[in-house]
T-cell receptor, first 111, second 116 residues
Framework: DQQVKQNSPSLSVQEGRISILNCDYT??????FLWYKKYPAEGPTFLIS?????DKNEDGRFTVFLNKSAKHLSLHIVPSQPGDSAVYFC??????????FGQGTTLQVKP | GAVVSQHPSWVICKSGTSVKIECRSL??????MFWYRQFPKQSLMLMAT?????????EQGVEKDKFLINHASLTLSTLTVTSAHPEDSSFYIC????????????FGPGTRLTVL
């Protein structure tokens, strides 16, 4: 049972435009959500996180939105840059401290 | 800061042999280390959680006799894939944390294992 789902395996956007990556979850016990960026043959790099008590968190070009009622979160990158091209994973955590990852979305930002 | 290394970065071995992967926290003490596995185009799957000086906690479906984890010190955890088979070929990633909180997990670069 996939508790964290990223239904779009890939996304292509033009440089300078907004990239929106989506993530859905099923477990209502999740209370902390994270986004990671991963390049091929490298480990994930932490990008941004959000607690379930918030609905938005912003850090520079990255903003994460959380809709608890819909069990949905999204990562907005604006403006998108070619260096943002990577695989983006969302992850969720509950009181166990374990991270449950989605399948990842490959973002390609075209110059 | 918060650098985690893994060694080797890639390894090719014959079926039936054992392979050891090291995960080191270079500039901090990691009370908890996590081992993940990633198949191509799939999500990272948590295999086990290890705390320094105690036995690892394995996720459901992960064979603890096949994937031996040792967290002997606050800076080193090892994963040994015993009697490797081609289906064990995967990308293995460790992460380290100063505590059990998830927002302080620092990931290693991963180890690509290919079993022939």
């Amino acid at each position: 049972d996939q508790q964290v789902k990223q239904n779009s395996p890939s996304l292509s956007v033009q440089e300078g435009r907004i990239s929106i990556l989506n993530c859905d979850y099923t477990n209502s016990m999740f209370d902390y959500f994270l986004w990671y960026k991963k390049y091929p043959a490298e480990g994930p790099t932490f990008l941004i996180s959000i607690s379930s008590i918030k609905d938005k968190n912003e850090d520079g070009r990255f903003t994460v939105f959380l809709n608890k009622s819909a069990k949905h979160l999204s990562l907005h990158i604006v403006p998108s840059q070619p260096g943002d091209s990577a695989v983006y994973f969302c992850a969720a955590s509950g009181n166990t401290g374990k991270l449950i990852f989605g399948q990842g979305t490959t973002l390609q930002v075209k110059p | 800061g918060a650098v985690v290394s893994q060694h080797p970065s890639w390894v090719i071995c014959k079926s039936g042999t054992s392979v050891k992967i090291e995960c080191r926290s270079l500039d901090f003490q990691a009370t908890t280390m996590f081992w993940y596995r990633q198949f191509p185009k799939q999500s990272l799957m948590l295999m086990a959680t290890s705390n320094e000086g105690s036995k690892a906690t394995y996720e459901q479906g992960v064979e603890k006799d096949k994937f031996l984890i040792n967290h002997a010190s606050l800076t080193l955890s090892t994963l040994t894939v015993t009697s490797a088979h081609p289906e064990d070929s995967s990308f293995y990633i460790c992460s380290a944390s100063t505590d059990a909180s998830t927002d302080t997990q620092y990931f290693g670069p991963g180890t690509r294992l290919t079993v022939l």
